[in-house]
Nanobody
């Protein structure tokens, strides 16, 4: 079964930092070529945060400014998301998944897990 496993969430004070980790199934890494991080709060739609392609090219949502950094370690099949200068509005469940833009077939059939919860207090 194809899987992506998120970890690294937790509770932090505003202004702090976290690094989220996503272990990517080898199949996805090889066939999809682009992994994204998303976040969601209760009652709201899932929001795309950032995407990284196998080439290393990155894309970010405008609203996250320069506080988020996505990276990949292909040797470990890992895609990370660093969040700096965290704000209470960053509080959400964070998910990694195939990129909707670059892997639409994989995205459309994706079964979402519980993600990793991030809570930022003021």
């Amino acid at each position: 079964q194809v899987q992506l496993v998120e970890s690294g969430g937790g509770s932090v004070q505003a202004g702090g930092s976290l690094t989220l980790s996503c272990v990517v199934d080898t199949y996805i890494f090889a066939r999809c070529g682009a992994i994204s991080w998303y976040r969601q709060t209760p009652g709201k739609e899932r929001q795309l945060i950032s995407t990284i392609r196998q080439t290393g090219a990155t894309i970010y949502r405008d609203s996250v400014e320069d506080r988020f950094t996505i990276d990949q370690d292909k040797s470990k099949n890992n895609v990370s998301l660093q969040i700096h200068n965290m704000k209470p509005e960053d509080t959400a469940a964070y998910f990694c998944a195939p990129s909707r833009a670059f892997c639409p077939a994989a995205y459309s059939s994706w079964t979402w897990g519980q993600g990793t919860q991030v809570t930022v207090s003021s």
